[in-house]
């Protein structure tokens, strides 16, 4: 459940009492219900003795209900919170606010995940900020799943992200991003301090254009190690090579990478016949999936040469003293 309070020569942590107490007030004072699922899970770790290290919600808050819970946090500098989970609570840009405001004070949390809570533009303003190193937060996994950034959301995110120096993952699934978002993640992926290994970017809009401008940078990338790209509308085009050929030079240089996500876009047997080869080459690759469109023959021929395959195990990073 959380951290039980230390006693005997250390001075005992009334802080989970005091957010429990104040989350009540913050909600009195904005004029919005308590949330059932926040109240109940901070009367059991209290009860119990312990701190709050996960919250996850799903019940509807609104960006005045975040506000109540997260100034509650901030209020008191709470420092048990490790992962904050609000899925499709109606947190918006507002509530998006708050929640930076406490990262950036606390600067502990590990893993935000904001997913379907209609974060536009100004939201990722606000993350951006937390996501600068100049912050020196802590936070590992970011998800911002089904919420429509678009590219001008993700260019703000890039402002930060290009610097950053501790993001592992970052999942922008149904983003609303296009062909000219590409531009920013290249961006992304040209940070050379970076520790981003795991890119989500399913259910996006890049088409051709898009796609050909993130494999440039893959092809060069040796940080990521996971990319999902499914369903991103782009496809085989026989009278233009360009995409299929960067798509087959990135699979020839990259030995970082070896999860390729590549589903429900347009692929012919052709490209496949092309890729086989320079996935037996290439042993870092793992996993492939590149179209539901493959004939049965050639998609279980990939499945054969990345069936025994397993991930480079990532180095544990030493702690700092």
């Not at 912050?135 to 993700?154: A, F, T, Y």
């Amino acid at each position: 459940m959380g951290d039980k309070k230390k006693k005997g020569d250390q001075v005992e942590d009334f802080s989970t009492e005091q957010l429990n107490k104040l989350y009540r007030k913050r909600c009195e004072i904005n004029g919005v219900p308590l949330c059932k699922i926040f109240k109940e899970r901070l009367e059991a770790v209290c009860s119990e003795g312990e701190h709050l290290q996960n919250v996850k919600l799903w019940e509807e808050m609104g960006p005045v209900g975040v506000r109540a819970m997260m100034e509650s946090f901030t209020e008191i500098g709470y420092k048990h919170l490790k992962q904050l989970r609000l899925w499709r609570v109606k947190c918006q840009d507002e509530g998006v606010r708050t929640i930076c405001i406490y990262i950036d004070k606390v600067r502990l949390l590990e893993v935000l995940d904001l997913l379907d809570n209609q974060i536009g533009v100004l939201g990722c303003k606000f993350l951006a900020d937390i996501l600068h190193p100049k912050c020196e937060n802590k936070l590992v996994k970011l998800k911002l799943d089904h919420n429509q950034i678009g590219s001008e959301g993700l260019a703000e995110l890039a402002k930060g992200l290009a610097m950053n120096n501790t993001l592992e993952s970052l999942a922008l699934n149904y983003c609303g991003i296009e062909a000219d978002g590409a531009r920013y993640l290249q961006d992304i992926l040209a940070n050379v301090n970076s520790k981003l290994y795991k890119l989500k970017l399913c259910g996006n809009r890049l088409k051709n254009e898009g796609a050909y401008e993130l494999f440039r940078a893959l092809e060069i990338n040796n940080t990521l190690e996971r990319i999902k790209l499914a369903d991103n509308q782009f496809h085989s085009d026989p009278s233009d090579q360009t995409l299929i050929n960067k798509i087959l030079s990135t699979f020839e240089l990259n030995k970082t990478l070896g999860y390729y996500d590549l589903k429900f876009n347009l692929l012919s047997d052709e490209d496949a016949t092309r890729i086989i080869p320079l996935i037996e080459k290439n042993k870092s690759i793992f996993f492939i999936e590149i179209s539901d469109q493959i004939s049965k023959p050639l998609t279980d021929k990939l499945k054969s040469l990345t069936k025994k395959r397993k991930p480079k195990k990532k180095k544990k990073s030493k702690k700092k003293k």
